[in-house]
């Protein structure tokens, strides 16, 4: 069983920046793993994903301004946001694909506001 932990989430200032952190515990390898994120009234969005390679890939949306980077522990992963927008208010999820399964994690706010 694999459980995913977010953290790092808060209120900040358009223009500020936070910085996210995600651990698959009990994930025995390195996987794929992503962060996804869903604002109030809409779909969960793909917002950055990393390869157990350490491919990158980026919504159009953040590209430039968002960084996930895999930490020491093969699987944890970061999150650096810069240049926050208000549309970058969401809950964000972390995933990691394990042993043909997909766990997600709870989920931590990100609130982009004056």
């Known amino acids: 069983q694999v459980q995913v932990v977010e953290s790092g989430g808060g209120l900040v200032q358009p223009g500020g920046s936070l910085s996210l952190s995600c651990g698959a515990l009990?994930?025995?390898?390195?996987?794929?793993m992503g962060w996804y994120r869903q604002a109030p009234g809409k779909q969960r969005e793909l917002v950055a994903t990393?390869?157990?390679?350490?491919?990158?890939l980026y919504a159009d949306s953040v590209k430039g301004r968002f960084t996930i980077s895999r930490g020491n522990a093969k699987n944890t992963i970061y999150l650096q946001m810069n240049s926050l927008k208000p549309e970058d208010t969401a809950v964000y999820y972390c995933?990691?694909?394990?042993?043909?399964?997909?766990?997600w994690g709870q989920g931590t706010q990100v609130t982009v506001s004056s």
């Open positions: 995933n990691v694909f394990h042993s043909n399964r997909l766990y």
């Open positions: 009990g994930s025995t390898f390195r996987s794929a």
């Open positions: 990393i390869t157990s390679s350490d491919t990158t």
